[in-house]
């Protein structure tokens, strides 16, 4: 995934950062008028720069560690932290859009299923993926990607009956608990988006493998260390 000498994913990634500077200074000025359109401006402002942070991480992190992340994953990656950090959060797309962290958790599914993929590279005793069943392999990222789903639902639920935080939405905004099929409808539209996500990223995986081979690099780990560790697995 590559424009010349320069990669999609860090078009995305800078395109991000700049749009979420750009409203750090101007909603930064609005509240510091006293102008801010939102509640809890603050803290919006202090979760955008937190999300500058998270974006810039991982070109920081093939910097200092001399690798690449898989492309496929960091171009999902920058998207996610645009529509959830300054979209979501920032411009409170949450409040707006009904369904808007469906979307989010059907991204959340295509980044765990393209772990997956890096996964199964790492672990497989050959040094390409064309010479694995594109199949087999698509089948691992998508239950890995489904499974890594459920396990955040059990977190949600776990803490839920812990902290009583409401992470699946049990409660209506009156706190009042939801009765029968009301509550279950957050928790299992979050699974449907995980698997949707991760469904997607198994059919996009399993067209580069059948059908672009020479692009299977763009599913996993690569180093750029010229030593004897480069042709070794991540």
Not at 60 to 72: D, G, R, V, Y
Not at 91 to 109: P, S, T, V
Not at 118 to 132: G, K, V
Request: glycine share 10%; hydrophobic share 50%; with cysteine.
């Amino acid at each position: 995934m590559k424009i010349g000498k320069l990669r999609i994913s860090t078009i995305l990634g800078w395109i991000t950062i700049i749009c979420m500077v750009g409203y750090i200074i101007y909603f930064g000025y609005l509240f510091a008028k006293g102008q801010s359109p939102y509640k809890n401006q603050k803290l919006l402002l202090i979760e955008v720069a937190v999300g500058i942070l998270l974006t810039a991480l991982p070109m920081i992190l093939e910097k200092i560690w001399k690798f690449h992340f898989p492309q496929t994953e960091l171009v999902f990656y920058f998207i996610f932290m645009f529509m959830s950090v300054l979209l979501g959060s920032g411009l409170q797309f949450y409040g707006i859009f009904q369904y808007w962290d469906k979307y989010e958790h059907i991204l959340a599914g295509i980044m765990l299923a393209g772990i997956g993929y890096a996964i199964f590279h790492a672990l497989s005793n050959t040094s390409s993926f064309s010479r694995d069943s594109p199949f087999l392999v698509s089948l691992f990222g998508f239950c890995f990607g489904g499974t890594c789903g459920v396990l955040w639902e059990m977190y949600e639920f776990t803490a839920d009956g812990i902290a009583n935080l409401n992470l699946q939405r049990y409660m209506n905004d009156a706190g009042q608990r939801l009765l029968g099929r009301a509550a279950l409808i957050d928790t299992m539209g979050d699974l449907i988006a995980d698997i949707i996500g991760a469904l997607v990223m198994a059919i996009i995986g399993y067209i580069i493998l059948t059908f672009y081979p020479n692009q299977s690099e763009d599913l996993y780990f690569k180093s750029t260390r010229q030593n004897i560790f480069s042709s070794m697995h991540f």
